[in-house]
C-alpha cells in the first residue's frame, strides 16, 4: 500500500518536471538543479560563479530551504533576481514549488536558471524539476566514504564540484579515494575541485557551463 502511494506522488511529480521542462523550452532557459548536503557550499559556489558570469548569462535563482531567507537575501545581495522557497520540512524540492516559483521570476529576462535544492544527499535526486542538468557540490570536510555511501546523486550529476580543497592539509581526507570513487560511479561526469574561499578552480566550473550550458539553446 505504501508504495503504491509513493509511485503516485512521483507519477505527479513527473508530470508537473515536464511542464515545468515545456516553459524552460519555450523561454530558452538553461536549468541546472544543484544538490549536495548542507553546508557543503552550495550558495557559496552561487555566489562565485554569478561574480564570474554575470556579463555572459542572465542569471536567476530559486533557493530551497526548510526555512529562512538567509541564501537569497546572500544571492540578492549580487543584484541576481531570486526567490527563496521554505518547504516548510520537506527535505527536497519538487517539480510543483517549482512551477509555482517560476511566476514570481522574470523568466523573460533569464537564460541561466540555478535552482539549489535543500541541503541533502538523497532524496534531492529523486525528484526531477524539469532541469537540464543536476550537478552537485562535495565538501571535502563531509570525508571520503560520502560518493559510494551516497552513490545516486554522484551518478545523476552532469558535474561533480568537489569543495573547500584549501582545508586539504587540515584533514585526513584521501583525496585519490574521492576521485576514483565519483568516476567509478560516473565515468563522462565533469569534475571540479574548487575552494570557494580562495577562488581555486572556480574559473574552470564557469568556462564549463559557459560551453556547455550557455551555448546549447543558440
Ligand atoms: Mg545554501
Ligand atoms: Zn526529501
Redo the contacts with the bound molecule.
Sequence with gaps: MKLKVVSKILDANERIAQENRKIFDDKKIFVINLMSSPGAGKTSLLEQTIKGLKDFAKIGVIEGDITGTDDAIRIDALNVPVVQINTGG???LDASMIQETLMELPIDDINLLFIEN?G?L???A??YLGEDIKAMVLSITEGHDKPLKYPMMFQQSKAVVINKIDLAPYLDVDMEKIRRDILSLNPTVAKFEISCKTGQGINQWTEWIKTNCLCRKH
Design positions: 520537506g527535505c527536497h535543500v541533502n538523497v532524496c534531492p529523486e525528484f
